[in-house]
Every structure is written in structure tokens, then in C-alpha cells.
């Protein structure tokens, strides 16, 4: 237990397929106690779980092996502790992978911790869970239930910590618990001392989307610049033993910390600022002060908490259908016009074909595609258009029909198309359900180089 110092704690991946090199950065340069690695959105376990399902040794982050070949040499020499969710939907064999990855860089002396017990999938089956988007039953998925796993909390992380494992790796965790774990361990915090739950959670929040917070996310040219977006600094935070903390980056690195980017961070995904629900506390973000602090350093305090929920969410991933997707573009005089005619004539083939679409877009990516044709009415007409074409059917080979039909344009009409790209997917769906804490086990299974 430390109560002397703050910890300095940072974020190297704000999702699974993030930049590696300021992980790196953190490692060598952060003066960290802790390096956290958040890598997974609620799709990513769905896909996880569809890997180790045709793989028993897969399923686990793919840059798994490359993040740790990059940091574990310096984070091992500093004394660094790594917490990371790149388990997914196999920790077990994440940790095998970490040893494996520990020796062939020469390292000894390591405890790898791996957290199981957040794959809830039999317990939701043999329940009566409702879906709480829809209100059906969650049995109503039937076999296209792919996964079902619990959002653990800091308790789960915790024995592993005083333990003295030097990495952690788990599945499902809460995003901001990996980060509220080892600063309650570091300062001894009850994991009933709401307030200071509620701190650790908004360190944690701040922290979890990694460059969000130093100016990825908030980069908008002409209104609000950041400098340095090709070598953007992750965040770290330096947090006291009373839960406040200063939200900084690597001195030098690009991207840019600032109250207005912690602002915009801390509204990320709340639906309510006073009751934000994880596994570990109700935090109430409703009275944080956020104040400058220096350049690239602000101070956040004053967040507060309350009991946690007396269930814990579980994400659920079902498969829905499939999807094709066709894309060609258009360019020159008259190429919205063309653009329109495309996207007519694939209509109109999708129909005489009799397949049946569930759902369907034709748009004009650059004109209407996101808000839609009544916001594009006015605007004058670009110099060049891609058309895309997507549509839910019910079978892999319906998807590949959506496609081909845009392919088809290049020698059907109209003149002057180019660069036609398809594809077809499965769609792997997200829902959410409770399961009662009491229920769900966790276990940490220990592997030492």
C-alpha cells in the first residue's frame, strides 16, 4: 500500500486495434507505476468468442503479442505493472501467450496473472434474463446466442494485485474498473469507500479512450486545432490518495490536453452525469471540477459515488443476418446525376431479382450518407461521388447478390464508373441483459516465467 506518493497511471490502447508506438512512449518515458491496455467494445468479445469457437487457442486480442514485445522489456525494468483486457474471450490462453512472449524476450521472474469468470453464457441460458433493449427474453436468440459476459468489476483484478502479478490479463472488465483496481490496491481504499470509487472511476473514464482525452477526438480544424495527430500522446494520470488527479501526456508528445478536452471526454457515453453505473460504484460525475493545471495538465476532482448496482450488465452477442455491400464511384461533370442513376438502377435489379432485403441503403457517400437527402437539398453538387449500396438479407449467398449488383455497373451503366469494391458479412449483434452478482465467479489462474 502506498499513501505517500500519487500513482501515475496510463492508458496505452483505447480499443483493440489502436496505435502501439505510444504505448511504447508511456512505457519507457511515463514514469508509471501502471499501464493499462482497454481494448475491447462491445462487438469485440462477439468476435472473440466466434474465433475461440473454431479455434480453442484463439480468441484473444490479435496485437496481443505485438503490444507486449513493444512494452514488457521496459516495463519490466521499471517496475511496471500492466493490466489489460486483450483476454477477450480466452485470458487462459492470453497468459500463455504472455509467457511465451516473457522468454523469448529473455525475461524472468514474472508472475502473469489470467482472470477468468465473466463468460456468463450457460448461467444466461439456464435463466429467465430479459433483453433489457427489447424486453424479450434473451432465450427468444435461441442458437444465435454467440456469447453472454459479464462486465467484471475491480474486485476481480484485486487478489491478483497483491499478489504482485506483473501483468493481468482478463476478458470482460468494466473499462474504468481496470483502472480503479489498482489505485484502491495503492491506496488501500475499501471497496465500499464510495466517494473515492467515484474518483477512481472518473480518473478511469477520463483515461480509457486513450487519445480521445489528448486531442484525437476533439481535433477539429479551424475551430478547435491540435498539433502533432501523426505522433498523438496517450494520457496518463498522476492520482492522490484523495481520488483527485492531474490528467497529462508525455512531455513532447502530439496532441494537446486541455480542460476542453477533458470536458468533452468526461460527457463521453454518460447518459446520466450523477448516476454512472459500473460494477464497482454509481459514480456521480454532477459536481467535477475540472481546472488548468500547466501545459497538457489538468486537475479533476470532486467526483463522488454511491453503492454499486446490485446486478451486473452482461453484453450479449447474437448473430443477425448478413450484409452485402457495394461501392463504385463516379467523378466529372454530371457524376451526382450518374451517382443517382446507379444507385436507381440497382434498386430496380435488387427488385426484378425477387431477393428479400430486411433492410437497405443507397446512398451517396459525400452528399447523403449520413444525414440524409433533405440536408443535401441546397448544397451545391460535389466533383466526384461513390454510391454504396447495403443491404440485410438472411443468407451469405443473398449478401453476395447485393454485391455483384453494384459490380455490374461497370459495363451496364451508367458511363464513368470506377474502383467497385463488395462484400459480404455476417452480422454479429449486441444486446444487454442482468445477471445477480452472486451468481458470477471469477477465478485467477497464475503463470510464472
Request: glycine share 12%; with cysteine.
Amino acid at each position: 500500500m502506498n499513501t505517500a506518493k500519487a500513482i501515475r497511471i496510463g492508458c496505452g490502447a483505447g480499443y483493440s486495434g489502436d496505435r502501439i508506438e505510444p504505448a511504447f512512449e508511456l512505457a519507457t518515458r511515463g514514469d508509471l507505476d501502471y499501464l493499462v491496455f482497454e481494448c475491447l467494445a462491445e462487438r469485440t468479445i462477439a468476435i472473440a468468442q466466434k474465433a475461440r469457437t473454431a479455434d480453442p487457442d484463439a480468441g484473444y486480442d490479435t496485437l496481443l503479442v505485438d503490444r507486449l514485445t513493444a512494452v514488457l522489456p521496459a516495463c519490466v525494468e521499471r517496475g511496471v505493472t500492466i493490466l489489460t483486457n486483450m483476454g477477450a474471450a480466452n485470458p487462459l490462453a492470453a497468459s500463455k501467450i504472455a509467457e511465451r512472449v516473457a522468454r523469448d524476450l529473455g525475461l524472468r521472474g514474472l508472475k502473469i496473472a489470467a482472470i477468468t469468470g465473466d463468460d456468463v453464457l450457460e448461467i444466461v441460458k439456464a435463466g429467465s434474463c430479459t433483453i433489457l433493449e427489447t424486453g424479450d427474453r434473451v432465450d427468444s436468440l435461441g442458437v444465435r446466442l454467440v456469447s453472454a459476459n459479464a462486465y467484471l468489476g475491480a474486485d476481480s483484478l484485486m487478489p491478483a494485485l497483491a499478489e504482485g502479478a506483473n501483468v493481468i490479463i482478463a476478458g470482460r472488465i468494466a473499462d474504468p474498473s481496470l483502472f480503479v483496481a489498482p489505485l484502491a490496491h495503492e491506496f488501500g481504499w475499501p471497496l465500499d469507500a464510495w466517494p473515492l470509487l467515484g474518483r477512481a472511476t472518473l480518473v478511469g473514464h477520463l483515461l480509457e479512450c486513450a487519445g480521445q482525452v489528448t486531442g484525437g477526438y476533439y481535433a477539429d480544424p479551424g475551430f478547435d486545432d491540435v498539433d502533432g495527430l501523426g505522433r498523438l500522446g496517450f494520457p496518463l494520470a498522476e492520482v492522490s490518495g484523495d481520488g483527485s488527479a492531474i490528467v497529462t501526456k508525455v512531455a513532447g508528445s502530439g496532441g494537446r490536453v486541455t480542460p476542453a478536452t477533458c470536458k468533452e471526454q468526461l460527457l463521453y457515453e454518460i447518459h446520466d452525469p450523477a448516476a454512472y453505473l459500473t460494477p464497482d460504484v454509481t459514480a456521480d460525475f454532477s459536481r467535477v471540477r475540472i481546472s488548468d493545471a500547466g501545459d497538457d495538465a489538468v486537475k479533476v476532482e470532486c467526483g463522488d459515488g454511491r453503492p454499486r448496482p446490485p446486478a451486473l450488465k452482461v453484453s450479449l452477442g447474437y448473430t443477425d443476418g448478413f450484409i452485402g455491400e457495394g461501392q463504385i464511384s463516379y467523378a466529372g461533370p454530371g457524376a451526382v446525376a450518374r451517382g443517382r442513376l446507379a444507385l436507381k438502377i440497382v434498386e430496380e435489379r435488387l427488385r426484378q431479382s425477387g431477393l428479400r432485403i430486411g433492410e437497405a441503403r443507397y446512398d451517396l457517400i459525400g452528399v447523403d450518407a449520413l444525414h440524409g437527402p433533405l440536408r443535401a437539398q441546397g448544397h451545391p453538387d460535389p466533383y466526384e461521388v461513390r454510391i454504396r449500396v447495403a443491404g440485410r438479407t438472411k443468407t451469405m449467398t443473398d449478401a453476395k447478390r447485393v454485391a455483384n449488383e453494384v459490380e455490374t455497373l461497370y459495363t451496364n451503366g451508367p458511363a464513368g464508373g470506377g474502383g467497385a469494391t463488395g462484400s459480404a458479412r455476417e452480422v454479429l449483434a449486441v444486446a444487454s441483459t442482468l445477471v445477480p452478482r452472486d451468481r458470477v465467479k471469477t477465478s485467477i489462474h497464475y503463470v510464472t516465467v
